[in-house]
């Protein structure tokens, strides 16, 4: 189901997939930056697979590794129980996107907790400094209806362009085309898992927002379109910035 015949559906998302989604943000101390190099990138994302478990993490053996294929190297180790569902993701310098569903009571509650403090320590040993990593407690809001599930995965999706486009969101783009190859190129980001490119399928759980957003290459096509028309004012109270 692409995102044009999602407006006119007759029936909620909500109704359709029984399911409470929320996006959580959470950002470094005094805007601090949270990844210094390619390492910290790898690191976090093996967090989102390793910490998404309701059973305690013990081998931290890892923390200084330096693998671009990290994710990929450790995820055949263990069968998980998972607390949550990961549907999309964007780590930006500063602060992280993501888009979440419990699979457990209190999923996202325990699984923000692990992801944060195992990342801060990690942080914390390999630059060696001490105290808080994070401004504070993640930020998080219920996706509420189906207007909001259209925008917020291309909006999460789309925030690497501040890195070369900060005008983006008032649409003020000279050049949408090579945004969008700059997007497909940016590998901390969920957004090459749906568009064919296999990133970290072992991270992201990708069915419920493929069912949305439809094939690989309409969601290509229409990430291209949203670029130049999204309306952030509809999801104004979702982007926690």
């Given at each position: 189901?692409?995102?044009?015949?999602?407006?006119?559906?007759?029936?909620?998302?909500?109704?359709?997939?029984?399911?409470?989604?929320?996006?959580t943000l959470n950002r470094g101390v005094d805007k601090r930056r949270i990844f210094l190099d390619s390492?910290?990138?790898?690191?976090?994302?093996?967090?989102?697979?390793?910490?998404?478990?309701?059973?305690?993490?013990?081998?931290?053996?890892?923390?200084?590794?330096?693998?671009?294929?990290?994710?990929?190297?450790?995820?055949?180790?263990?069968?998980?129980?998972?607390?949550?569902?990961?549907?999309?993701?964007?780590?930006?310098?500063?602060?992280?996107?993501?888009?979440?569903?419990?699979?457990?009571?209190?999923?996202?509650?325990?699984?923000?907790?692990?992801?944060?403090?195992?990342?801060?320590?990690?942080?914390?040993?390999?630059?060696?400094?001490?105290?808080?990593?994070?401004?504070?407690?993640?930020?998080?809001?219920?996706?509420?209806?189906?207007?909001?599930?259209?925008?917020?995965?291309?909006?999460?999706?789309?925030?690497?362009?501040?890195?070369?486009?900060?005008?983006?969101?008032?649409?003020?783009?000279?050049?949408?085309?090579?945004?969008?190859?700059?997007?497909?190129?940016?590998?901390?980001?969920?957004?090459?898992?749906?568009?064919?490119?296999?990133?970290?399928?072992?991270?992201?759980?990708?069915?419920?927002?493929?069912?949305?957003?439809?094939?690989?290459?309409?969601?290509?096509?229409?990430?291209?379109?949203?670029?130049?028309?999204?309306?952030?004012?509809?999801?104004?109270?979702?982007?926690?910035?």
């Amino acid at each position: 189901m692409r995102p044009r015949d999602l407006r006119c559906h007759e029936t909620s998302l909500f109704a359709l997939y029984y399911m409470e989604l929320f996006h959580t943000l959470n950002r470094g101390v005094d805007k601090r930056r949270i990844f210094l190099d390619s390492q910290d990138y790898s690191r976090f994302v093996y967090d989102l697979y390793e910490f998404n478990d309701q059973e305690r993490v013990v081998d931290l053996s890892y923390r200084t590794r330096n693998s671009r294929d990290i994710v990929s190297h450790e995820t055949k180790k263990k069968k998980r129980k998972l607390l949550v569902n990961i549907h999309c993701f964007c780590l930006m310098p500063n602060h992280y996107h993501l888009l979440l569903s419990s699979k457990v009571e209190n999923g996202i509650s325990l699984f923000m907790k692990k992801l944060n403090i195992g990342y801060a320590k990690y942080f914390n040993f390999k630059y060696k400094r001490t105290g808080t990593l994070f401004e504070g407690r993640f930020k998080s809001v219920t996706v509420a209806n189906d207007a909001h599930l259209l925008y917020l995965p291309y909006y999460i999706h789309l925030n690497p362009l501040d890195l070369i486009a900060p005008t983006w969101r008032e649409r003020k783009i000279n050049n949408s085309r090579k945004a969008v190859e700059f997007l497909e190129n940016y590998r901390w980001s969920s957004y090459l898992d749906y568009i064919g490119k296999k990133n970290f399928p072992s991270v992201i759980s990708t069915s419920f927002l493929s069912e949305i957003i439809g094939s690989v290459d309409s969601y290509k096509k229409e990430t291209l379109e949203w670029l130049n028309s999204m309306d952030l004012s509809v999801i104004k109270n979702l982007l926690l910035e």
